[in-house]
């Protein structure tokens, strides 16, 4: 199984930006689905996750500001991110929980490269 993001860059302050990430390869189902943030020289908190039932859940920091979404048909995680801090800047890696054809219910989890999003002051 493959995580692909994309989306990222450069954006100011109070402005807006979307990631996406696509999960390919040998897949039964999409568990869930999640993004996770890792500032400069700090680890890696989740951001936020979407279940394949639709749940989602948020941290506290980006409550009210980012939106994630999936699309079953297309094994694909969306983050909006809007109202932009620069506390937002770093790396944000795509997980998925993915029970692969042939496993049963066995799940595995799964990590993208991760994109780079860099919030202006």
């Known amino acids: 199984v493959q995580l692909q993001a994309s989306g990222g860059g450069l954006v100011q302050a109070g402005g807006s930006l979307s990631v996406s990430c696509v999960a390919s390869g040998s897949i039964f189902r999409i568990v869930n689905m999640g993004w996770y943030h890792q500032a400069p020289g700090k680890q890696r908190e989740v951001v936020a996750s979407?279940?394949?039932?639709?749940?989602?859940n948020y941290a506290d920091s980006v409550k009210g500001r980012f939106t994630i979404s999936g699309d079953n048909a297309k094994n694909t995680v969306y983050l909006r991110m809007n109202s932009l801090k620069p506390e937002d800047t770093g790396v944000y890696y795509c997980?998925?929980?993915?029970?692969?054809?042939?496993?049963?219910?066995?799940?595995?989890?799964?990590w993208g490269q991760g994109t780079l999003v860099t919030v202006s002051s």
């Open positions: 997980s998925a929980k993915v029970i692969r054809l042939g496993e049963g219910y066995y799940a595995s989890t799964y």
């Open positions: 979407v279940s394949d039932s639709g749940t989602t």
